[in-house]
């Protein structure tokens, strides 16, 4: 292959997955810079000390949610789970991207995934953690909390094995635990390298122990790639099954709205869909501040453009089969909730989220659009409000108008409804500065192969 | 003799550098041999004499016990607080399988974890071949290979010329 042809002349597989020149001593200079020697400092202060700004938002209003109870929220009969379990299930896709391209991507040997599995791996772990404050923060008595798990309690209740709501425990818990697992381990050789390369003794100590002495044997390797690949084996199916949880959480009640077959593929599709949304988000302004256009090239962002492409039109058959399916059912009630969604009070959420899943995508057609990180960006943007909007109208619209119009009602959410949500952006955008700030946000160790003898981890 | 084994440490430069030095010595029906690099290769993987690795096996078993455990804790909970959902029988066994598959994949990837420690003798912050002051490069962009003292192999000549005629950039001695 030429160097002198212009990336855009070249067929799709052809074009290189790291810039020109790059070797071991490049890659790792460049990506152990940032945790170590901190590059752009008033960037990074001024963009944490925003997030932090933020949490202490959040913090506020959980301490007055615990002081005084949901009532400060919105929510009430009929609408008893509004902004909690739209934001739930929203946080929850988008920690599902990270899975998907660290585990589903390398079973599949996608190699670009190499550049970016670490960070979104990263962003799943914070998103989770987002996720899982809010059914917490809904039970009312959240110190209860653990009346959800099966223990023997003296009064020798269990939990109700047949509710989709306590598979979601177990589901969440897993998840978030199995994630950080194989983020762990993933880090555990980087970790080596941060302790072989910094130069203060504290920082070689804090890596030092986090890399458990890590040392490269290859005999080790050898445990270690089984390892990793067992785990991205297990992570796959897990990541089909949370979301699917959660669309069960909804499809297993009988109210119009919900109770659907096509719930669990249509949310793990939209979780896909939304988790690109938010790596995209973060992955062009990092790359942009830290330099890392060599490692995620616009290449990396032309195809999760096509995977937000794609799983952006199996959303939109989603939305399309909830108003076929209402319409053939012939059933009164189903056909008056898609009426009502589109027509009805909470129409302009509705459209909206028609605008920003199923028409703003449609831009990325254009080769040219896909590989502009101002054009991605933007659209990256529009479909995480579009993903917020469809949870919204799923939780909403459905328990707004049930059966009966003497039990109708509305909803909206409060100050205390959009600044615990607005707090979550900041606790997840504060992680993800700390993370960048104090671990590689790309696989040193991964590159470094991928660059010396093209293979994988595997 | 009672000497304890030593290991003899050489550094390579390149990937490729500690690849012919594995195949050389190989071919020259060395065993006991350890190298350090600081990323997986299948090249050396396929040198490197030792068992393929356990690791799968145990996370097998680990997530049979779990899932199995998961099983009848919801068999069992069901019976223990018997509660009449609309007739459905207490062993309700397709709503009880999503807890089971999500405690098999917990308790496979903890055991695999722990698993990884364990084989490995892992978290060792102490090792010997941390005393040579090159190996902080292990992890970064050199390649080691060590060969032991108690390698039947070993001749009164010694290995260095060998691994210097390989291309070694520096040889040293650690404890075993």
Same mark, same amino acid.
């Given at each position: 292959m030429s160097p002198h042809h212009s990336h855009a002349t070249l067929p799709p597989d052809a074009e290189p997955l790291v810039g020109a020149g790059e070797n071991i001593a490049t890659v790792e200079a460049m990506i152990a810079r940032v945790p170590l020697a901190g590059p752009r400092p008033l960037l990074w202060w001024g963009g944490f000390a925003a997030a932090f700004l933020v949490v202490v938002v959040l913090v506020t209003a959980i301490a007055w949610l615990l002081l005084k109870g949901v009532g400060i929220w919105g929510i009430d009969i009929p609408v008893a789970w509004g902004f909690a379990i739209t934001n739930f299930v929203w946080w929850i896709g988008i920690g599902h991207a990270g899975t998907f391209i660290s585990a589903i991507l390398l079973l599949l040997h996608q190699h670009w995934r190499t550049s970016i599995n670490r960070l979104t791996e990263a962003m799943t772990l914070f998103a989770v953690a987002c996720a899982g404050l809010f059914p917490l923060l809904h039970l009312g008595r959240p110190q209860y909390f653990y009346w959800l798990l099966p223990y023997p309690d003296t009064m020798g209740l269990w939990p109700q094995w047949r509710s989709p709501l306590v598979w979601d425990i177990f589901a969440v818990s897993t998840y978030g635990t199995v994630s950080l697992v194989f983020w762990y381990v993933g880090l555990i050789p980087d970790l080596a390298t941060l302790r072989d390369r910094a130069t203060s003794l504290w920082r070689r100590r804090a890596y030092g122990v986090l890399a458990l002495g890590w040392r490269g044997d290859a005999q080790h390797w050898r445990h270690y790639e089984k390892l990793y690949l067992m785990l991205a084996g297990l992570a796959t199916p897990l990541v089909v099954s949370v979301h699917s949880i959660v669309g069960m959480d909804f499809a297993v009640a009988i109210l119009p709205g919900w109770h659907s077959t096509i719930f669990p593929p249509y949310f793990v599709a939209g979780a896909i869909f939304s988790g690109f949304a938010?790596?995209?988000?973060?992955?062009?302004?990092?790359? +942009?501040?830290?330099?890392?256009?060599?490692?995620?090239?616009?290449?990396?962002?032309?195809?999760?453009a096509k995977v937000l492409m794609a799983t952006g039109w199996i959303v939109a058959y989603g939305y399309f089969s909830e108003f076929f399916t209402a319409w053939i059912s012939g059933d009164e009630f189903d056909r008056y909730m898609a009426v009502n969604r589109a027509t009805g009070p909470y129409r302009a959420v509705f459209w909206l989220l028609i605008a920003c899943n199923v028409l703003v995508p449609q831009a990325l057609w254009w080769r040219r659009l896909r590989r502009s990180a101002a054009v991605l960006f933007v659209v990256s943007l529009l479909v995480n409000i579009g993903m917020w909007a469809e949870r919204y109208v799923i939780v909403v619209t459905s328990l707004h108008r049930d059966f009966l119009p003497s039990s109708w009602?509305?909803?909206?959410?409060?100050?205390?409804?959009? +600044?615990?949500?607005?707090?979550?952006?900041g606790l997840f955008f504060a992680l993800i500065f700390l993370f960048v700030r104090l671990l590689p946000a790309i696989s040193m160790t991964e590159m470094k192969r991928f660059v010396t003898t093209g293979e994988e981890t595997e | 003799m009672n000497v304890s084994p030593r290991r003899i440490l050489a550094e390579f430069a390149a990937h490729e550098a500690l690849v012919g030095a594995l195949r050389r010595l190989r071919d020259e029906r060395?065993?006991?041999?350890?190298?350090?690099?600081p990323f997986p290769s299948d090249a050396i993987d396929e040198l490197l004499p030792g068992k393929s690795t356990r690791i799968g096996w145990l996370m097998l078993a680990g997530g049979i016990v779990g899932g199995s455990g998961a099983?009848?804790?919801q068999w069992f909970a069901a019976r223990d607080y018997a509660y009449n959902a609309g007739g459905r029988p207490l062993h309700s066994w397709p709503a009880f399988v999503p807890v089971t598959f999500e405690l098999t994949v917990l308790t496979a990837a903890l055991v695999g974890f722990a698993s990884l420690l364990w084989l490995a003798r892992l978290p060792r912050l102490d090792h010997p071949v941390f005393d040579a002051p090159e190996f902080r490069r292990a992890s970064q962009d050199r390649f080691f290979l060590a060969v032991r003292t108690d390698d039947p192999r070993l001749t009164s000549v010694g290995v260095e010329p060998l691994l210097r005629e390989c291309g070694a950039v520096s040889i040293q001695e650690v404890a075993g």
């Open positions: 938010m790596v995209l988000t973060i992955v062009i302004p990092l790359r +942009a501040v830290y330099g890392f256009k060599a490692y995620i090239t616009d290449r990396h962002l032309e195809l999760m009602g509305m909803f909206s959410g409060t100050r205390w409804d959009w +600044a615990t949500f607005i707090g979550t952006l | 060395y065993s006991h041999l350890e190298v350090y690099t099983y009848f804790l």
